[in-house]
């Protein structure tokens, strides 16, 4: 199957910045989307940024310019920059991906990290 390895969260200061990292590995043809989402206590999860193969961009409103999501395909591997860190940035920040398993078969299956703790406060 698929593994999905996060690292880099953190207790940081407002203001302060991480990088947080992730890197599949396993039984994979080809990765389609990769991204990161967050849950904060008590509330559902939500997006905070996606990336295509191709390297297009999506990210929450209230993370634009200030976090940067990128990628490398030869390593299967997302990265989320994070800027400007402030207490509402709190959660657990999972990372995904969207994994075709098969050249045979073009179907995509998302798989989930175990989750890393970014916590900013001072």
């Known amino acids: 199957q698929v593994q999905l390895v996060e690292s880099g969260g953190n207790l940081v200061q407002p203001g302060g910045s991480l990088r947080l990292s992730c890197a599949a590995s396993g039984s994979i043809f080809s990765i389609n989307s990769m991204g990161w989402d967050l849950q904060a206590p008590g509330k559902e999860r939500e997006l905070v940024a996606a990336i295509t193969n191709g390297g297009r961009t999506n990210y929450a409103d209230s993370v634009k310019g200030r976090f940067t999501i990128s990628r490398d395909n030869a390593k299967n591997t997302v990265y989320l920059q994070m800027n400007n860190l402030q207490p509402e940035d709190t959660a657990v920040y999972y990372c995904?991906?969207?994994?075709?398993?098969?050249?045979?078969?073009?179907?995509?299956?998302?798989?989930w990290g175990q989750g890393t703790q970014v916590t900013v406060s001072s």
């Open positions: 995904r991906a969207d994994v075709v398993l098969s050249r045979s078969d073009s179907s995509a299956f998302r798989f």
